[in-house]
Each structure stands twice: as C-alpha cells, then as structure tokens.
C-alpha cells in the first residue's frame, strides 16, 4: 500500500509541485501581503494550477513510457490505472479552475484556464521532441502559472515591475533548468528519436546554456532597486557563484549535476523573495 503510494509522488514530480506551491505562497503573503481570504479567488486559482500541473507530470510520463524504461530511476506503473488519475487530475484542476472563475468574473480566466491542459498536451505529445521550442513552452507556462492567480485574483494589487521580476525570474531560471535537463537526457532521447537542441548539437547547446546562465546576473542587475543593499550584494554573489558551478559542470558534461544545481537556483530565486 505505501509503495504505490511513493511511486505515484514520484510520478506526479512531488518537489516540482512543492516549489511551485511554496512560490505561491510566498507571492501572495509575503510579496502581495495579503491576508487569506476565500472570496477572492486566488487559492482556488491557484491550486487549479497546481492540478493542471500534476496532470501534466502524469501526461509526460506517460508519453515517455518506452523512452524512460532504461533509466535507473524509472517507476513501472499500469499505464491504465494512471491514465484514469490522470483524468482525475485534470477533471479536478477545470473544476477549482472555474469556481476561480465564478468567484472573480473574469472573462478572460476562462481562456486562460482552458490553455493550459492544451498547451501541456501540445508539449507532452510534440513539441518535446523538438529543438528550444518545448524549453520555451515550458517556461512560458511556468510565469503563467503565477501570472492566472495574480492578475485574476481579486483585491491583489503589485508593483509592475515587481510583478515583471517574479514572471522573468520564473521564465528564465525554468528555462535554463529544462536546458540543462535535455542535456542530461541526451541518450534517451537520441534513442527514441527526438529531436532536442542537444541531440542536433550537443557542443552547441552546452554553449546556448553557458551564455543564458551567464546573463542572469546582468539581468539581476534590472531589479536591483527592489533589493536592500545587502541582499542585492548577497543574490549577485550567490548568483556567479551559480554560474561558476554550472559552468564547470557542463565543461566536464556532468549534466545530472548541472540540472540539479539549476533546481537549486531556482529555490534560492524564490526564497529571494522575502527581501523585495
């Protein structure tokens, strides 16, 4: 009983989920500094999110069944009982998604809540096996994750620029991070037939992630009136010695390490929130 249990967090990419709730949270309390309410929407849109996400998850192990087989971490799994949860997940995310919607009169959250499902299936059946534009897709979905609660919650109001740091930073720490994963995931995908940026040319996208990672900083820079003195100089800090470390890693195409490090930075991004 508790196996399957454990392989279905597994399944559902437990942490990712994790991060992303701790994100939210963070936003609309510490950020926003809202106090909870449940007539303003933003839990109900937010955990709709949360669900789309989970489906997603399930969808792109699913999808890449065959191709994940030979990984030391694979989980085997009845492909049946996990399309049915599935569609849990998914029935489950429309309906928070739309009592959001009913709670914020939003016409334009109809279309937003719609996109997503459509989007990640447009991902997990296609654009994943293409060059940058699944690692695009992907962090795109990931700033409008934080962007549907915000903008269509009620009585949420941030700074814009404010707002602009947290869906960049979401967009691009996301984007590195799917990079260096495609990288790690190379010799799968060159045996299923992919077609990732890293299969095309390896070298080259070594070069893409080095030089992407090594703006952050510089992009840091934009923001920097938001940050005290002291924990600007610290982010900046933490942030070459990020680069330094992912440099190295993919120098050496230790990319495992590389993923795992960018994961990290992401974390860090997030609990940088509490000095704005």
Do not use: C
């Not at 997990?124 to 096996?129: G, M, R, T, W």
């Not at 992401?266 to 609990?271: A, T």
């Amino acid at each position: 009983m508790i196996q399957p249990l454990i392989n279905l967090f597994k399944i559902i990419r437990w942490k990712n989920v994790l991060i992303y709730l701790l994100l939210q949270f963070l936003v609309y309390f510490v950020v926003a500094k809202k106090d909870f309410s449940w007539t303003d929407g933003w839990f109900f849109l937010m955990l709709s999110i949360t669900f789309f996400g989970i489906f997603g998850n399930i969808q792109n192990n699913l999808t890449d069944y065959e191709k994940d087989q030979s990984k030391k971490d694979f989980i085997s799994f009845n492909q049946t009982t996990y399309l049915i949860l599935m569609l849990i997940f998914l029935v489950v995310a429309f309906v928070l998604g739309f009592t959001g919607f009913y709670m914020t009169f939003e016409p334009n959250l109809l279309y937003a809540v719609i996109s997503v499902p459509v989007l990640l299936s447009l991902y997990n059946y296609y654009l994943k096996k293409t060059p940058l534009a699944g690692n695009i897709l992907i962090a795109l979905l990931t700033a409008f994750a934080i962007y549907i609660p915000l903008k269509f919650a009620k009585n949420i109001s941030l700074d814009r620029h404010i707002f602009e740091l947290l869906l960049g930073m979401a967009f691009w720490l996301t984007l590195i991070r799917e990079l260096a994963k495609d990288l790690e995931d190379i010799l799968f995908d060159q045996k299923a037939g992919y077609k990732t940026l890293p299969v095309l040319s390896e070298n080259l996208s070594r070069y893409i992630l080095m030089f992407l990672t090594l703006l952050t900083p510089v992009w840091l820079f934009y923001f920097k009136t938001y940050f005290t003195g002291i924990a600007f100089n610290i982010l900046l800090i933490i942030s070459i010695l990020f680069v330094f470390l992912g440099f190295y890693t993919l120098y050496r195409k230790q990319y495992e390490i590389t993923t795992k490090l960018f994961k990290l930075w992401m974390l860090v991004g997030i609990f940088s929130l509490i000095f704005l």
